[in-house]
């Protein structure tokens, strides 16, 4: 029979839950509430010639030239190749980040031989490695994949790192004096306790590879993809349009985020942290 202070804690967590639900409408419509105030006040500067509306055209109408170009089958091919692009380095970069984290992870030899190293290649900016990816390949796509993949990897990598640090070392000698592997061990023990740290890793991951394949894009001039068709419609004037691909970029950015989010929830339906948001 469950204690009266148990049933107590159970009651008052299941009441904080419910509550957290009623205030979703709430927080919703705050959400919406801020997006309309943005769009508002972009509006009235438009109009009132706070900023010269030939280079900051009403939201109105980028919001209209937004609709327009998603008419086009010319936009549906460069937002193709954008999330073509920002998929494949999404995959390499989990590919390689994700063992590579928990071998040297779980090896205290390879984690001293490798900090310093990590330390200095972590913080060099991606769109610093730009001229090398110029200069050393010739195919747009591999110069896009060379920077989305290092800029993502790292997001992964350090996360991985973080994960297993938190692995309960009780669990790890418990696991050893029960004669596991290598392999069990990763499987039953480090995977459980790392993947939440994965999961925030590959998030973050999510958010850093579009902004660098769109900017390559942009910069590198890979005549393919949003980030090309911005730049195509700045030189020609069409500050509608570029405004209108800006802003799917920025819808595309929510759409990525909201499905890593989904995905993070389902795998982690068991996870003390999802539990409670739910």
Known sequence: MAAPDTVTRVVAVAERRSRRRRLRPRRLLLGLAGIVTFLAIWEIVSRTSLLN??????????ASTLVTNATLTGFWSAVGVTVGTWGLGMLVAFALAAPLGIVIGLSSFLTRLTRSTVEFLRPIPSVGLIPLAVLALSVPLQQSLLIVVYGAFWQIF?????????????????????????????????????LPYLMTGVRLAAAVALILTVTIELVVGTSQGLGYEIGQSRNAALYESTYALVLFTGLLGVAINLAVRFTEKRVLSWHQSVREDA
Do not use: E, K
């Open 53 to 62: 509306p030939t280079y900051f055209p009403p939201a109105t109408s980028v």
């Open 158 to 194: 350090v996360q991985v790192l973080y994960g297993v640090a938190d692995v309960d070392t009780v669990a790890m000698s418990t696991a050893r004096s029960y004669g596991f592997s290598w392999w069990q061990r990763v499987r039953d023990v480090v995977f459980p306790t790392m």
